[in-house]
């Protein structure tokens, strides 16, 4: 059971708008603790498309945002294309574990 | 640019030690800016932080494996490495290091492609 909960699976048809939540508690995202996210294409190492809840790195589309309010995160992607079919994961820090901690991840289905 | 590569044995047998090595290129690993981590993903599963080394050597484990784990660090060598001791199936998985920036609170921006460790006899 993973300390920041994502939904297992969100979906879109291209073209279109789907976000998707982490949820965490007071020791990680509703702390203090910023809120990083993670693009896994099949077979390949997780890349960073946002950090600091709302920073895209340098190379990352604009379709990709992020945004953190309580104890909660969210990462929307518009203008969805099929290559963002991948598997999506947050990550915080945990005051009470001392542990960086990753949400369990969605997978994204481009319809 | 910065590129990082595991290495190590891809077969390790249960309740022995696992042991890998992640060697960085294009970078310094003595930068007072980063922290280098591990991260592990077992097959079809999620993300686990392992633990992170300060190029000084502080370190910092996930507690839960804790008292199995290593990290150390080779400034000559540009390389951190990994001991995972007393191994067992649920071990098995794909290994990744990674620079963390922002200290230990902060992102991982740099990955390396992983390395599957399958623990069996």
């Known amino acids: 059971q993973s300390v920041l909960t994502q939904p297992p699976s969100v979906s879109g048809a291209p073209g279109q708008r789907v976000t998707m939540s982490c949820t965490g508690n007071s020791s990680n995202i509703g702390a203090v603790y910023d809120v990083h996210w993670y693009q896994q294409l099949p077979g390949t190492a997780p890349k960073l498309i946002i950090y600091t809840n709302n920073i895209r790195p340098s190379g990352v589309p604009d379709r990709f945002s992020g945004s953190k309010s309580g104890t909660s995160a969210s990462l929307a992607i518009t203008g969805l294309q099929a290559e963002d079919e991948a598997d999506y994961y947050c990550?915080?820090?945990?005051?009470?574990?001392?542990?960086?901690?990753f949400g369990g991840g969605t997978k994204l289905t481009v319809l | 640019q910065l590129r990082l590569r595991e290495s190590g044995p891809r077969l390790v047998k249960p309740s022995e030690t696992l042991s890998l090595t992640c060697i960085v290129s294009g970078g310094s690993i003595s930068s007072v800016s980063y922290f280098w981590g591990w991260i592990r993903q077992p097959p079809g599963k999620g993300l686990e932080w392992i633990g992170n080394?300060?190029?000084?050597?502080?370190?910092y484990y996930n507690p839960s494996l804790k008292s199995r784990i290593t990290i150390s660090v080779d400034t000559s060598k540009n390389q951190i490495s990994l001991k995972l001791s007393s191994v067992t199936a649920a071990d098995t998985a794909v290994y990744y290091c990674?620079?963390?920036?922002?200290?230990?609170?902060?992102?991982?921006?740099?990955w390396g492609q992983g390395t599957l460790v399958t623990v069996s006899s």
């Open positions: 990674a620079r963390q920036r922002g200290g230990v609170t902060g992102m991982f921006d740099f």
């Open positions: 990550q915080s820090y945990d005051s009470s574990l001392s542990a960086s901690v």
């Open positions: 080394i300060y190029y000084r050597g502080s370190t």
